[in-house]
């Protein structure tokens, strides 16, 4: 049997989605944080996958790498950016999605997307972390919360966080604590000040639905939340979110092969 | 979608310029700037003046006009601007203030540490806000820090009104009647007298370059464009630099007869021509050459951009009365000092006529007026096109602004989106 595979190199995740090239069925996939040496962890991903499933690594016909460290693939048959990858990939899993909002590691991105999920535009945020898995991962940190707890510390109830520079912000949440502030109420403040950032984000290419969110960050129902409260559209989380960018990239793997 | 470039990606993927005079011009000119101002004899005055500024009349009372926006540019070419940058910060000026700005403070401050050791000292300061209005508080700072004179030259923006995008009269007299002011002001502090033929002499010889300059941007409507934006960029250095003098014209007769090869020969820019681009904005000069040239090596071509056509600007000729009325509504008239319904006009104007695929736009940080409404114009740019674009952020020579691979993603997705509309 065929097989193809999208590899996905974050900031701070590499992901990575082995694909039955006839069937267009995903075989299995993993994620593993990114690490400083990102050409072995792209080959560890490669390595998982063959023990999950027992495959021989010349069953793999075309990958394609994607994300921040995609040309640190050395493998790689082909390079697409994280945008494209994303496109293919949620319009596999939500054929009516139109607007994708990728919340990563280090940037968050805007996307719209067309019934073929082809790109039609597209904005990310600047250097700037705010609204960034970055952010929250810093902020969890601040307050002693493990990450994946975040959401459920999170208060209805919250008070607000104005800086959207992540240093300015750690200090604001410090000074709030010192003040007494619950700490549920700084984690629902920090949720809404991603969501904030996001939603201006997405005012840039303008809302259209539906609405799907990916990346790291859409696993917090509480950013979710909030940000569906400030669209007015009730946002679609794929299963695994994470994995959305590496699934398109072996989708788009998955077509080139019929070319080879 | 961008697919393993098979190419050795140490070969050259652009031709490579014969034309070379505009350089030896530029670098001739600077060792003149510093020469010759400290020979008695001579009596040559140096005057500093923004891009922008009506520079012919300095050329014509035989006054030295040197760029700190230009100097700025070559400094950070040099990859030395970050350096000069951090000497103005230290000195109290924000971070946010224009790089070129900073740059060129920085070496005010600590000129034997830079490049040349600085610019030649100035006699005099002209500053004319058509671009921006950190201009005036720039010179301002450079006027206090030197003790000498400085010459405002208050062009208002020229603003989409009912009527049309004319200049209201009254502000054409405001404009006019500084020229007059500017002459007097040239005399007083320098001495030198300018004549109403001296000065006619000079704007035909301005004319002429840009009539040539002009020629030259309007062949790079062929396919394959015979030019891409690093050759425009740093060929329009005597446009901008050295207005109204003979040897402009030599440099870019040279270099519009190499066009003109090119095009008849059908030899682009770049080797193999698949995907033209407009750029806007000023040039990301520390990282230039990468920037382009790896782009040549996919294909990606900028037969356009707004930067080098800005200076594209003749008036009459025939008369002083005409010719100085013609000059006061020009030097009004330059790109940066038009409302953004302008930018929209004259993107799409581009778009259409180089026959492009999609235009790339600089969110300059540096740059506040270059780089304001962008999102605004890209998306009316598209709505009047359908043609796709990109946002970048950037900084003309503060390196520190400035993500290589935040603007690769942009600027790939841009080509996989042309790449996907084209198959
Ligand atoms: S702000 Fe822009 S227009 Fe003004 S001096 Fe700086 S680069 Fe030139």
Redesign the interface.
Known sequence: MKYCLGVDIGSISAKAVLMEVDSKKISSWTVLPTGFDTKKTANTLVENLIEKTGIKIDDIVYTVSTGYSRKNVEFSTQQVTELSCQAKGINHLFPNARTVIDIGGQDSKAIRIDENGSLLDFEMNDKCSAGTGRFLEVMARSLEIPLEMMASHSSDDFVSISSTCTVFAESEVVSRIAQGANRDSIVGGIHQSIATKVKALVDRIGVKPDVVITGGVAKNQAVVDALEEKLEYKPIVPDEPQITGALGAAIIAAGKIGNI | ????IDRDPTERAYNKLKSNSYKKYTISYYRNSKILPKIPLLNKKVAWVTSGAPVEILVAAGIMPLYPENYAAIVGGSKQSVDACIIAENDGYSNELCSYARCHLGTVINPSGSLMGGLSKPDIIVSCNNICGTVLKWFQSISEYYDIPHFHFDTPPIVDTKLGKTQENHVFHYVRDQLDDYIEFIKTHTGKRVTEKKIMKVLRLANKATLLWGEILDSCKATPTPLNCPDRFITMAPIVAQRGMKKTITVYEELLEEVHQRVDSKTGAIKNEKIRLLWDNIAIWFYLYPFFNKLAQRGVVFPVDTYTHAWNMTGSVDNYEDAMNDYAKMYSHVYLNQDLSYRVELISKFIKEYELDGFVLHSNKACKRYSMGM?SYKKAI?EKTGV?GV?I?GDMVDSR?F?E??TW??I??LI??IE?RKS
Do not use: C, G, V, Y
Request: glycine residues 0%.
């Open positions: 979608m961008i697919e393993k999102l598209t796709p946002i952020d602004n993500s691979e935040q993603t942009r790939e997705s996989e989106m996907a």
